[in-house]
């Protein structure tokens, strides 16, 4: 799911690091270098979703999450801190952030915590259902239920998360690392060749490679 996201972060080499890995998401990403410029361009983009560094000059990350609250803003907020005490980690979420992350952090965690701010609630649109259909395949989310050619396919719980994964954006091409990040978590040392070898599984338990397709040099997708 491609989003608008707004990254407030003073140090311009982490802010750099953020981009890039959130433009390898496929989201659309603008960089501002502190808090009043924040605010700012938040109230003119109406991003999705705010990376908002706390310890910035001027104007900090609290006070925007203030203001932008105070504003009726419904932008989400994942706040980034090198506050570790409870007090603070608490402040920030009082005042209206939706996550926040330690430093040093992991930018495939950041990834990991955008992505679920972005399904959590009306920024991503509706939730996903409970049966996603694309084309002759049925997947049933609540069930874990899969049917090709309206006949059941039974698969494990990671061959399920893939399709899923791939199934709830048609046409979109994933990479094995942003496939990695979806199905075994930010925290996970998995080799990309451990998805190549899901991936293998699965179309044979579907019939084939009709349904999960191969973009050489950059990943799988299932064809919308």
């Known amino acids: 799911m491609s989003a608008r996201i707004l990254v407030a972060e003073d140090d311009a080499m982490q802010a750099r690091l953020i981009r890039v890995y ?9 960089v501002v270098g502190d808090g009043r410029a924040a605010l700012e361009r938040a109230r003119t983009v109406r991003p999705d979703l705010l990376v908002l560094d706390v310890m910035m000059p001027g104007v900090d990350g609290l006070d925007v999450t203030r203001i932008l609250r105070a504003e009726a803003a419904d932008v989400r907020i994942l706040m ?11 402040l920030g979420l009082d005042l209206g952030a939706d996550d926040y992350l330690t430093k040093p952090y992991s930018p495939r965690e950041l990834t990991a915590r955008v992505r679920v701010l972005l399904r959590r609630g009306a920024v991503a649109g509706a939730a996903v259902p409970d049966v996603l259909r694309v084309g002759a395949l049925e997947i049933d989310t609540a069930r874990f239920e899969v049917r090709a050619d309206g006949k059941p396919v039974a698969l494990t ?28 978590g930010y925290d996970r040392n998995v080799l990309e060749r451990t998805v190549d070898a899901h991936v293998m599984n699965l179309r044979r338990k579907l019939g084939g490679p ?11 997708r299932i064809a919308g």
């Open 80 to 90: 980034l801190t090198a506050r570790t005490t409870e007090e603070d980690l608490l």
């Open 210 to 220: 009709g349904y999960v397709e191969t973009v050489y040099g950059r990943g799988y």
């Open 22 to 30: 959130l433009e390898r998401e496929g989201h659309e990403v603008q």
């Open 157 to 184: 719980g990671k061959e399920f998360a893939i399709l899923t994964a791939l199934a709830e954006e048609p046409g979109r091409v994933f990479t094995r690392a942003q496939i990695i990040d979806r199905v075994f």
